[in-house]
């Protein structure tokens, strides 16, 4: 089984700036890409932002130049920087990771941390 523990969420005034990261641990054998998502109140998850294991990334429009993926491999961990934080941030953050547990398999299959609560006071 793999685990994912996410952290750093809390809460932040309008401005302010939050680290979020998610450790994976467990049957790990490499993972490919790594991805935050968020889901607000009365609203579907959404894409926040991905890395690929190359290093490319993607960011929804909402929060490009303001939020930056990052991965370690590592430490099996992905982290989410939020600068210049709005209330309309505020959400339920999830890391989904795509993981493949032991060489003999080709497949990678999408893991989901608990999330982690962010808010943002105006």
């Known amino acids: 089984q793999v685990q994912l523990v996410e952290s750093g969420g809390g809460l932040v005034q309008a401005g302010g700036s939050l680290r979020l990261s998610c450790a994976a641990s467990g049957s790990i054998f490499s993972i490919d890409q790594m991805g935050w998502y968020r889901q607000a109140p009365g609203k579907q998850r959404e894409l926040v932002a991905v890395i690929s294991s190359s290093g490319s990334t993607n960011y929804a429009d909402s929060v490009k130049g303001r939020f930056t993926i990052s991965r370690d491999n590592g430490k099996n961990t992905v982290y989410l920087q939020m600068n210049s934080l709005k209330p309309e941030d505020t959400a339920v953050y999830y890391c989904?990771?795509?993981?493949?547990?032991?060489?003999?398999?080709?497949?990678?299959?999408?893991?989901w941390g608990q999330g982690t609560q962010v808010t943002v006071s105006s």
């Open positions: 989904n990771l795509y993981v493949r547990t032991a060489p003999e398999t080709w497949g990678y299959h999408p893991y």
